[in-house]
């Protein structure tokens, strides 16, 4: 097993941040060889980083998964960052069938800052319109032929939703509401089916790669924005870990 991704890229140059300045997030950070070298190239934008079994064939025929886990839409949900970085970590370590694409920081920039905001934007929006970070990451995820996508977020008390769930929808991916069901039955987290992708959020990341046919889902856990809880890193863990079950991957 490698031990550094097999792969690495940015998908934006505009983002760049040192996360090591957001000091509350810069606590939990894994004191490990591979982090420090994904912190350190969040500074130049938003990094994807490829894991792959190199017993496993990385090609359409052989039937293993090809999955992308997301997460730090929004700068100032902690959680689910400082979960991606354990699961990297474990991914690197262990057995796996497949291929997995991380996006541990999608704005490292917002992260740095401890903002919802990008330049402004919210990233979770406007990503059906050319120019937007969210519009480049669902042509790359096209590109490199991505079964399935999972993006993790948290909520406070008081936000929408305000509580630990799994959104997705019955069309037109039918595989998003079958992977929402699992990630819900499995982890406890309450699950929000809609019947149709794109009308609840528009230009959400979830909705527009379900509308370009990538089966999405969105994940949050509970805490306040800009904080972090053991107990908030270690259930949006968790649902990543039966988001990958669900393929088999892990
Ligand atoms: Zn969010």
């Not at 490829?50 to 999955?67: P, Q």
């Not at 936000?159 to 819900?184: C, D, F, H, Q, T």
Request: one cysteine or more.
């Amino acid at each position: 097993m490698s031990k550094k991704p097999l792969d690495f890229n940015y998908i934006s140059y505009k983002t760049g941040g040192n996360l090591r300045e957001n000091r509350v997030l810069a606590a939990y950070f894994p004191n490990t060889p591979i982090i420090n070298w994904i912190i350190e190239k969040s500074k130049n934008g938003t990094g994807i980083y490829k894991f792959t079994n190199l017993d496993s064939k990385d090609n359409d025929e052989n039937g293993d998964y090809r999955v992308a886990i997301l997460s730090g839409v929004h700068g100032n949900e902690l959680p689910p960052q400082i979960a991606t970085l354990h699961l990297i970590n474990k991914l690197n370590f262990s057995n796996m069938n497949g291929t997995v694409y991380v996006i541990p920081f999608f704005s490292p920039n917002s992260t740095m800052r401890n903002s919802r905001y990008f330049d402004g934007l919210d990233l979770n929006r406007y990503c059906d319109i050319p120019g937007n970070i969210g519009y480049d990451l669902i042509a790359i995820l096209k590109d490199l032929k991505i079964d399935a996508v999972g993006d993790f977020h948290s909520t406070g008390p008081n936000a929408n939703p305000g509580y630990e769930s799994v959104m997705s929808s019955n069309r037109p991916s039918k595989l998003s509401a079958e992977i929402g069901e699992y990630i819900s039955k499995f982890v406890g987290s309450r699950w929000i089916q809609y019947e149709m992708a794109g009308q609840a959020f528009k230009g959400a990341i979830e909705d527009e790669l379900n509308l370009n046919g990538i089966p999405t889902v969105t994940c949050e856990v509970l805490a306040y924005e800009k904080h972090i809880t053991n107990i908030a890193w270690q259930q949006s863990l968790l649902q990543m870990k039966y988001f990958l079950r669900f393929f088999n991957i892990i």
